[in-house]
């Protein structure tokens, strides 16, 4: 299948500036063995993935914690370090954080806070002072490392998601005249969600101190938008402009795409059938039907729930013992959470629970697996697989689930998706599940063994167009060409400071002396 330019030629030019990317997830980091030796690894989720893709591409530098074991030893005075590791292309610029920092700025306000705000997935978000001050301290250490690594005004600086939410007011701060646009990667949850933030003012008026503010949907524009004249008293210009204290800010929904050529080029190597082979062998599958969901352990993707389907459907199909595999490989993250302890033991017991009902050789019908698979591993896996399923209970888009498709060039294989990911508002020739109806999900399983080929190839033919058109490099052009076609102009004067002293009048924050970043 031919597919599309990665950049329409009015983007051409811009795609070849350099931009600083900024992101908590660094795209490499290095550890030691063992032994004692240096080793590297890529980092998994998608954002990582993408926006490495935009950097091989576009060149410049980016900004990110380093947490590697061994990330210090590698980086030059400079804290610097050339990745790629085996085809370096653009520098890395590590941040330090203390082990109080990464417990409060990331572990607690980040992911403790934020993120449940942020996701329907029934955890209570937890709001607590010292994690906010860390926040605040951390973000503005990120403001700082930015004005040291512009070598002028002219670089466009692309921030990315909830981690750095204050960052573009600080960097505001210290140099007024650049350009920033912030990508905010997870849902933005409803007004009245919102409210449970006790610093959600101070949120809002962290991210429209950039110039432009994109998210996944129309929903996630919508209710910020919603929020930001509600709590803020900003005003809105048009459908994707807004008003706050004397300043225009773009807000857009640009859903983020994935790298489709580097994936097709790797699904026609003769080697991926030997990597299909490979895996195989080591995961003992022997049966003509696999399906695979790939994750990280996160109380959002719904693997109970796909486990719990997965065992409706061969109690319902007896037949299928024999022949259905289903692979799932969980990525840790954040276990230190006691929501994240949760939901993975909860996975081990039902991947147990489930090998022991429907015994077959001492193994049983799912092969799990807690570790993350290097992209041409993962493109295999992708390729063998007869359906894939990605059962979100709340997600901002799910990039497995366009990886999936980029992989099958086949045009075989089926995608069940989530109604409830973002990626199903774009992917709707996939099988599309709630994943709290069990016999529904049960009964989309079984369509999807049974689904005819040229039902199949039909349905992947048109999902493949949708993402080989939204690819990774068309999002960031749609972004950043809107940013850097922006007018600089007298409205882009720093905008007043929001800080821990705000009190609320009405739905309006009132201001005494303070800054929302702690210098």
Known sequence: MSTQPLVNDRAEDSLRRPIMVVSNREPYLHSYADDGAISWAPTTGGVAVALDALMRERGGVWIAHGNGSADRAVVDAGNRVMVPPDNPTYPLRRVWLSAEEEAHYYTGFANEGLWPLCHEAHVRPMFRAVDWASYQSVNSRFADVINEELPNDSAPVFIQDYHLALVGMGLRERRPGVKSALFWHIPWPHPDRLRMCPWRCEIMAGLLANDLI??????????????????????????????????????????????????????????????????????????????????????????????????????????????????????????????????????????????????????????????????????????????????????????????????????????????????????????????????????????????????????????????????????????????????????????????????????????????????
Not at 257 to 278: F, K, L, S
Not at 423 to 432: F, N, P, W
Not at 464 to 479: E, K, L, P
Request: charged share 30%.
């Open 214 to 519: 994109a998210f996944q949907l129309e929903r996630d524009r919508r209710n910020f938008m919603a929020a930001a004249r509600d709590e803020l008293g900003a005003t809105k210009l048009s459908r994707s402009a807004i008003r706050y204290q004397d300043r225009t800010i773009d807000v857009l929904s640009v859903p983020i795409g994935v790298d489709y050529d580097r994936i097709q080029d790797i699904t026609t190597r003769p080697v991926i059938d030997h990597e299909i082979a490979r895996l195989r062998r080591e995961l003992h599958i022997d049966t003509p039907l696999v399906g695979i969901g790939v994750d990280r352990l996160d109380y959002t993707k719904g693997i109970p729930e796909r486990l719990e389907a997965l065992s409706l459907l061969l109690t319902r199909r007896p037949d299928l013992r024999e022949k259905l595999t289903f692979v799932q490989i969980g990525v840790p993250s954040r276990s230190k959470l006691k929501s994240y302890a949760e939901v993975e033991a909860e996975i081990d017991r039902k991947v147990i629970e489930i090998n022991a009902r429907f015994p077959r050789g001492g193994l049983g019908p799912v092969r799990y697996r807690k570790s993350a698979l290097k992209i041409q591993r993962l493109v295999a896996l992708y390729r063998m697989a007869t359906f894939c399923i990605v059962s979100s209970l709340h997600d901002g888009m799910n990039l497995v689930a366009k990886e999936f498709v980029a992989a099958r060039e086949d045009l075989d294989g089926v995608l069940i998706l989530s109604e409830l990911a973002g990626a199903s508002q774009e992917l709707t020739d996939a099988v599309i599940i709630n994943p709290y109806d069990a016999d529904g999900f049960a009964s989309a399983l079984d369509w999807a063994l049974e689904m005819p080929q040229h039902e199949r190839h039909r349905r992947m033919r048109a999902l493949r167009r949708v993402v080989a058109g939204r690819n990774v490099f068309g999002w960031a052009s749609d972004i950043l060409e809107g940013l850097e076609g922006l007018p600089a102009d007298v409205s882009r004067t720093p905008s007043r400071k929001i800080g821990p002293h705000t009190k609320s009048r009405g739905n309006v924050r009132v201001m005494h002396p303070s800054s929302a970043l702690k210098r």
